[in-house]
């Protein structure tokens, strides 16, 4: 599981230029305001808004495939069903099954919601090296504790996939087959071990921490991370016209209801 968001961050677009904390005010906010949107006139705008944003950070598109592809397979699972299950009125028959028209529509409204808003983050964490994210969210105000956490997760992530990617390897040369009940026991071992593996690194890494003064003076950060930034006056009028355009979708889905 190698995230790798800030692969792209060394490109050179206005969006990888753009000073992190009013990209991250200004992403966020036009996260909420698509999260808001439960109108179907508006979603064509909102892909609009994606896909422009996405062609002007230059970020491959496979890039953004890679990482839809485990959250699509939620979206997936959601989108057989859905169709089935919601609404009254039927489009046609698939043998005893249903398929209903409002259910459709909930399950295009989601998808592209999804899609969008998944695409915002991306952008967002991906023009950006993922250390200057959180000194931009310290220099927003964000606790230090809060800042530390999300960097010791993501770091994590990465011991947590290569001690998976261990256990796999040397359970395949052990000739283990995943296609039964005992193959399934198995399996939940293997995720059982992983979590006690994981709390007790994450318990040595803390008490190792506490023995070299973590913890010991609540020192606030942000006003240190706040003077690594300068910005200019294009940043601000880039956080301006995205804070209109999420103005306009929430304007609008209140004109529309």
Known sequence: ?????????????????????????????????????????????????????YAVSQLPLSFLLARMRLPGFFLLMMGVLLPFISGSTVLFHLGPLSVKQEGCLDLLLIAVKFVSILTMGIILFGTSPFLTNVKAMCALGLPSILADMILFTYRYLYDISDNLKTMQTAMRLRGFQGHNIKGLVTLASLAGTILVRS????????????LRGYGQADVNRGGQHEEEFEAYSRDLWGLIILLLVAAAFVVGQILIR
Not at 47 to 53: D, Q
Not at 199 to 209: C, F, I, L
């Open 1 to 53: 599981m190698k995230l790798q968001l800030d692969r792209y961050a060394y490109l050179e677009t206005p969006l990888h230029s753009w000073d992190p904390r009013y990209k991250l005010v200004g992403f966020m906010t036009l996260i909420f305001a698509f999260s808001f949107v439960d109108n179907l006139q508006l979603l064509p705008f909102m892909v609009a808004v994606s896909g422009v944003l």
């Open 199 to 210: 709390y007790e690194q994450s318990d040595r890494v803390y008490k190792a921490m506490t």
